[in-house]
């Protein structure tokens, strides 16, 4: 009829919220900018969690420059898609690992507008979380598609900042934006940190989210890249140790 306009919702979307809804926790990591640490952050804690007994998944979201790959030595080889209810993880190190290199290979990925959404939802939708406890998300820096897609499926968010100018003001913007979105449980880390007190501590209860610490600066991790041996034997792989109780906590597992 004439003026009558119709919206066809996505059947994945709820398909989606349902099988993460399984789950007993799904942390996102996300930021404001680049260059902050959130990929490795992203990997050292589902090291630990998976150290202390958690069934941990780890998805690299990052559909135009994934690199999580890099950090756990995963080679292109390593990489191969095994199809079992859905698209198999890699196992390494107790980690149930996904990323859009098993797709791409070191092809460019290109995506805009809607493309970014559908492959976003596509990488949701296909992954074997079989057995599962703790999904971890490692989001590109983003405050546009990929964050306002990922927040529909109550999850969790984690920002993760450095404590320089441009850090604090990129993650007050992205901080900014959860709340107008009514996301309502969202974390924070200043990571690569020269000092040790939170800088942000009285701007993120303002907003009633949580500070869950600072992990100090270490100039030897570059080193460890690509070699898990080395990585959990890294000064800043304790840092996060230390933290992790609270990352728990704030999961509610």
């Known amino acids: 009829m004439v003026g009558l306009t119709f919206t066809i919702e996505d059947p994945r979307v709820e398909y989606i919220k349902a099988k993460l809804g399984r789950l007993r926790g799904v942390l996102v990591l996300v930021s404001g900018k680049g260059g902050v640490g959130k990929s490795t952050i992203a990997t050292l804690v589902s090291l630990n969690l998976s150290s202390r007994g958690f069934s941990v998944s780890l998805l690299d979201m990052d559909l135009t420059n994934p690199t999580l790959h890099i950090i756990l030595g995963l080679s292109l080889t390593d990489m191969r ?30 995506l805009r507008g809607s493309s970014i959404v559908n492959s976003l939802r596509e990488l949701l939708l296909i992954s074997n ?22 927040v529909k499926y109550n999850v969790k968010p984690l920002v993760i900042t450095t404590q320089d100018p441009l850090g604090f003001w990129s993650s007050k913007r992205l901080l900014r934006l959860l709340k107008d979105e009514g996301v309502s449980s969202v974390a924070l880390i200043e990571n690569m940190a020269m ?9 993120i209860k303002s907003l009633g989210y949580t500070h869950l610490g600072v992990i100090p600066f270490d100039p030897a991790f570059h080193k460890a890249i690509g070699d898990v041996k080395s990585i959990l034997t890294s000064n800043l792989y304790n840092s996060v140790s230390n933290i992790t109780d609270n990352i728990i906590k704030f999961l509610g597992i």
């Open 81 to 110: 898609i095994v199809e079992d209810r859905g698209v198999k993880p890699i196992d390494i190190w107790g980690i149930k690992f996904f990323s859009p290199v098993m797709f791409i290979g070191e092809n460019p990925l290109p």
């Open 195 to 203: 000092e040790e007190k939170a800088t942000l501590g009285d701007y």
């Open 129 to 150: 979380l079989e057995g599962v406890d703790v999904l971890l998300v490692d989001m590109p820096p983003s405050i546009k598609e990929e964050v306002l897609e990922i």
